[in-house]
């Protein structure tokens, strides 16, 4: 994969969960009490003492009156920062009662910068505090933003940035911004997706594409700010239309995609992925065989070759219809050896189908009930019945209305049961959990077959894992070329 290396250096270099909380604030003279001397500053911005939410002073800002989508700020002295840490970003906005941006399209927030060692930026966030299109703002009231993100791979230095930015040049309104805070944090330990809602770290002014936190983006991706579940953003995808052999036509498989590695997950660990798509009309998916897939790989020492997955369709173009978003769920537990997971959100492209969709309200959530098994007899959950469901099926032997070693649900654990466990035995079916079916007969894994997934279970999981179309669509060159150099 393209970035092997990145998703090594992410998932070892970041301790996740046992991260520090909230260390000391990184900005330096972060409520401009020292004046202006720590800050840069471009448009309409200035020291000023009307309003202070920390001290004395603030960062007052207004816009030129000169042109569309002009910005005024402060860009603050650079502080180190590394790879894979997590921020959390916090800034307090007030809009005044005699001058409010409340009824235009002006809006006021924070970014943070992230730059390489050659002071290129490679990343940002922001977040929008006060959004003068939002009728329930309020004035003469300071509002916090609040928001975690992450350095991506390279960085050794961040700046913070308080932007104004006046989206027409005929609306005014100005704004006061203090009390910058960037400090060492950590992911949220029941739901550790950065940047889920995609309205981090979109920015053409920087020439800086990219959603933060998602370390991993591939194919046709981009950011829309007009079809979204949760405001301001969503993130855009559609088909590479790739063309393998090189003879002018596309081939099928194509994938766009966008991954978030999470360090700091455990063997045991119930994992749940919810996420919203949806295709506009416009543009559409329908009628073609593309799929919006999501997946959670869970990752050992090698990021490349996960020890388990599962996988589910959010959005069919087969079955339903454009311009109505579709709510998706997976869960999975986390196998001995995980170190981590890979949250994947993919546009699936299996013949060359046009159209595009938007991918919104990613949630990841760790703890709760585990999914329950397919298997008859399983009653680990760990997709095989052997001693250890018999060991279950007699501690629990005699009267036990609804049990689940009660199989036959007639009140009692007794030899009918045995007889059930026994027929049961050994590896559970795939039920598709694991993103596809495999056919019948001998070990196809070798062969090109129209249907998805093989028949050799271990070989069908690790060839799904580099390749989700090899269980969501079809067992093509590439599934057999994967599993000939991938499976034992």
């Known amino acids: 994969m393209k970035y092997a290396s990145i998703a090594a250096a992410l998932l070892m270099a970041a301790p996740g969960l046992a991260l520090a909380q909230d260390g000391p604030n990184l900005v330096p003279n972060g409520s401009f009490e020292n004046g202006l001397g720590d800050w840069g500053t471009f448009g309409n911005a200035f020291q000023n003492n009307e309003y202070a939410s920390d001290g004395f002073f603030s960062l007052k800002m207004f816009g030129c009156f000169c042109s569309e989508f002009n910005a005024a700020g402060g860009v603050s002295t650079g502080f180190p920062a590394s790879s894979g840490q997590v921020y959390r970003v916090t800034a307090d906005v007030l809009t005044p009662g005699f001058d409010s941006i409340i009824g235009t399209s002006n809006w006021a927030g924070i970014k943070i910068e992230f730059r390489n060692a050659a002071g290129t930026p490679i990343g940002l966030a922001e977040q929008r505090v006060i959004v003068g299109a939002d009728a329930t703002e309020e004035v003469d009231v300071f509002q916090m933003g609040d928001f975690l993100c992450e350095a991506p791979f390279g960085t050794t230095t961040a700046v913070a940035v308080p932007v104004f930015l006046q989206a027409d040049p005929s609306e005014g309104g100005s704004v006061f911004l203090d009390h910058i805070v960037v400090a060492e944090s950590a992911r949220d330990a029941v739901n550790p997706i950065i940047n889920g809602g995609f309205d981090l770290g979109v920015d053409y002014s920087y020439q800086v594409l990219g959603f933060n936190g998602w370390t991993e983006q591939y194919g046709n991706v981009f950011f829309d700010d007009s079809l979204y579940k949760s405001p301001p953003f969503s993130a855009g995808m559609f088909g590479t239309f790739p063309d393998y052999d090189g003879d002018g036509q596309c081939d099928p498989g194509g994938v766009s995609g966008l991954n978030q590695l999470i360090p700091g997950i455990a063997e045991g660990d119930v994992v749940t992925l919810d996420m919203s798509a949806i295709t506009p009309g416009f543009d559409s998916i329908i009628g073609t065989a593309n799929q919006v897939l999501q997946k959670i790989e869970f990752l050992g020492t090698n990021p490349n070759l996960p020890l388990d997955f599962v996988a589910g369709v959010v959005l069919d173009g087969t079955t339903d219809a454009a311009d109505q978003w579709y709510d998706g769920r997976i869960t999975g537990v986390a196998p001995e050896g995980t170190l981590g997971i890979r949250i994947v959100a993919q546009i699936v492209q299996p013949d060359c189908g046009g159209g595009s969709v938007r991918i919104d309200d990613v949630v990841v959530t760790i703890g709760g009930e585990p999914p329950a098994s397919s298997c008859t007899g399983d009653f680990n959950d760990d997709d095989v019945v052997n001693g250890a469901d018999f060991g279950s099926l007699l501690a629990a032997w005699g009267a ?58 271990k070989c069908q999981k690790i060839v799904c894992a580099l390749d989700p179309v090899c269980c969501e669509i079809t067992w093509d060159e590439i599934c057999v070329q994967l599993a000939t150099n991938n499976c034992p």
Not at 411 to 435: K, R, S, T, Y
């Open 400 to 457: 036990c209305a609804a049990c689940p070693e009660d199989l036959n649900d007639d009140g009692f654990v007794n030899g009918a049961d045995i007889g059930a466990l026994l027929a049961a035995w050994g590896e559970c079916p795939d039920d598709n959990g694991g993103g596809g079916g495999g056919g019948g007969g001998g070990d196809n894994c070798g062969e090109v077959h129209p249907e998805p997934g093989c028949t050799d279970p």
